[in-house]
């Protein structure tokens, strides 16, 4: 079923529209001085305009983190045509059409997110925000202002609800009261789960006792058996039916919306985990909603798209070409340019901690062994063809047994078809035994865990693991002592996306419990760092265009009032993004380039 505006699930979304804050307000403190560093900007000096070294931007007057380990630190940095010129003594004598003193503000390279869902986190940025809701009767009252806006019918659409946070999951009755009978869809900000009301379960037929459970999914009951609203894993798919696919020119508008807040958060390069058909896909032909972007200018950031495994056949060609698994017309991994790229093909393998789905050699506690999403046969089989065709693999890989099955598969393809370093990589790799390290290691994987898990999620995650499996929950300290990249990552929308928060959690592995999971694999403020510039960079093969503010690379950078690397005992995640720029272009902060000193 289609679903035309305001009479489906898609709500007016002036009704919804900005129930986020706006941006930088949660890491809006000011610098130790109670000021952030004002940055003036002089106009072009018109008698040196035509010299023939003229550089684009000039930044001086800053503290620059290079994350280049030959010359590490500098003060000032010349832009040409997109790219850094040079540092220090290579511009002090380069007119510049313009310059910025920076006043003492901190230069670092942009920052990238090596795994996030940016059409997903778009559309949820137009849909009733209940990440912060920490009572039923709050979500109630929230359901309730969202349908008093609304035409009688229209549906109401909620996104991020934290169980954990409320004290139960909310129910059919409750939505049907506070949505005065309408439709309601509440998403769970895990993804694995959403409660909808009596209205929705009747469109979907799953209303009543006799209601058989989806394969792959589950319908919760009350004790007569009669669903409660909520419908877990692939139950869920009952109501994204009726959705889905969305809209080109819908997406388009979701991605511009995410990319303005990854540019206010400093991300220059970011990996999208799985377009097309599958588990988190929009529609089919999803990349063409990142082209349209793109053409509007929307784009503000690099992008990197994983094509999700289901969007793979069985290729045809010339007998030379061997089988393989790909999309049509051959493209893969690489095809594009520095701004929008096909990136790994992407697997998943097995569930999530969270929904106790993950894979595991030993039972999570009071749970099972977890799930596969397919026979580990026929997903080992579909990397190898994968690998044959030239595509890096991202295999979603959370419990230990997963982890097995990606590093069999991975082993396998290099065997029976060798290509030299692919960087496959290992999406999550959530709960790693101490035996599998030197083989992550030896088989040239990257592990791609997601630092903020451990704050939004982690005193859940500890919990299904228990106390024994704790010191393997998303380690990072244990990857690079075994020589390990390991790029910084989000997942957004499970968890937060600002990458000063990733890497505050990197360094505290704090909970928001308070609790400190796994002390051991806590790292230096200068490793997280490189992890959200340089090591993400790698893992997307792009280390020789840009992750670290050398002569010759991209101008992707971030202006921030504070050192992430000094932080003199403040939490990295206060620190703010004054100004980002990508290809030397300024996609947020203008304003505060523009101030006068
Ligand atoms: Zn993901």
Same mark, same amino acid.
């Given at each position: 079923m289609k679903c035309a505006v305001g009479a489906g699930?898609?709500?007016?979304?002036?009704?919804?529209?900005?129930p986020h804050p706006p941006p930088?307000?949660?890491?809006?403190t000011p610098g130790p001085s109670g000021r952030a560093p004002r940055l003036g900007r002089s106009r072009p000096n018109r008698s040196t305009e035509n010299a023939s070294s003229m550089l684009d931007l000039k930044l001086t007057n800053a503290r620059i983190r290079?994350?280049?380990?030959?010359?590490?630190?500098?003060?000032a940095l010349g832009i040409v045509a997109g790219r850094v010129l040079g540092l220090d003594e290579d511009v002090a004598d380069l007119p510049a059409r313009t310059t910025v003193d920076c006043g003492g503000a901190v230069i670092v390279p942009g920052f990238g997110d090596a795994h996030n869902h940016m059409a997903w986190f778009g559309q949820s940025l137009s849909e009733l925000e209940l990440e912060t809701v920490s009572t039923l009767d709050g979500l109630h009252d929230a359901v309730a202002r969202a349908a008093s806006a609304l035409p009688e019918g229209a549906w109401i659409v909620g996104s991020g609800y934290d169980d954990a946070l409320l004290g139960a999951h909310p129910d059919r009755h409750g939505l049907d009261r506070a949505g005065g009978g309408r439709p309601v869809w509440l998403k769970h900000r895990s993804g694995h789960m959403c409660t909808v009301s009596s209205a929705v379960l009747r469109q979907v037929g799953a209303d009543t006792a006799s209601v058989a459970d989806p394969d792959g999914g589950v319908i919760v009951r009350d004790g007569a058996g009669v669903p409660t609203g909520l419908l877990q894993e692939r139950a869920q798919e009952m109501v994204t039916a009726l959705v889905m696919p969305y809209p080109v020119a819908e997406l388009a508008d979701a991605l511009a919306r995410a990319s303005r807040v990854y540019a206010s958060e400093g991300l220059t390069h970011v990996v999208e985990a799985g377009i097309g058909?599958?588990?988190?896909? =929009? %529609?089919?032909?999803?990349a063409a909603a990142y082209q349209l972007a793109r053409d509007r200018g929307a784009l503000l950031t690099r992008v990197e798209l994983m094509v999700a495994a289901d969007n793979m056949h069985p290729l045809d060609g010339h007998?030379?070409?061997?089988a393989g698994a790909g999309i049509d017309l051959g493209l =893969? %991994?690489?095809?594009?340019d520095d701004r929008l790229r096909l990136g790994p093909m992407k697997i998943w393998l097995d569930g999530s901690l969270i929904g106790h789905t993950a894979a595991v050699s030993e039972p999570l506690c009071g749970h099972g062994h977890g799930v596969y999403q397919n026979s580990p046969e026929e997903m080992r089989a579909l990397v190898v063809a994968a690998h044959r065709a030239g595509w890096r693999v991202a295999a979603h890989a959370i419990g230990d047994d997963a982890v097995d099955v990606a590093l069999e598969a991975f082993t396998e393809a290099q065997r029976a078809f060798p290509r030299p370093d692919v960087r496959h990589r290992v999406e999550h790799a959530g709960v790693v035994r101490p035996d599998q390290l030197p083989r992550i290691a030896e088989a040239g994987l990257v592990p791609v865990p997601q630092p903020r898990f451990l704050y939004a999620l982690g005193d859940g995650m500890a919990a299904a693991v228990g106390p024994d499996r704790v010191p393997w929950l998303y380690r990072h300290r244990s990857f690079l002592d075994h020589g390990l990249r390991v790029p910084g990552s989000s997942d957004r929308p499970v968890a937060p996306g600002a990458p000063l928060l990733g890497m505050e959690s990197m360094v505290e592995r704090a909970t928001s419990s308070g609790a400190v999971l796994a002390a051991d694999e806590r790292v230096s403020a200068q490793q997280a760092l490189r992890a959200y510039t340089i090591d993400a960079a790698w893992a997307s093969h792009d280390e020789h265009r840009r992750g670290s503010l050398t002569p010759g690379k991209l101008a992707d950078l971030v202006v921030l009032d504070r050192d992430p690397v000094d932080t003199a005992g403040e939490g990295i995640g206060t620190i703010r993004v004054l100004a980002t720029l990508v290809g030397g272009e300024c996609v947020y902060g203008a304003e505060n380039l523009d101030g006068l000193a």
């Open positions: 699930p898609r709500a007016p979304s002036t009704a919804l529209a900005a930088n307000t949660r890491v809006g290079t994350v280049d380990d030959e010359r590490p630190l500098a003060t058909r599958g588990l988190i896909g =929009r %529609t089919p032909v999803e007998a030379d070409d061997g =893969r %991994t690489g095809f594009g």
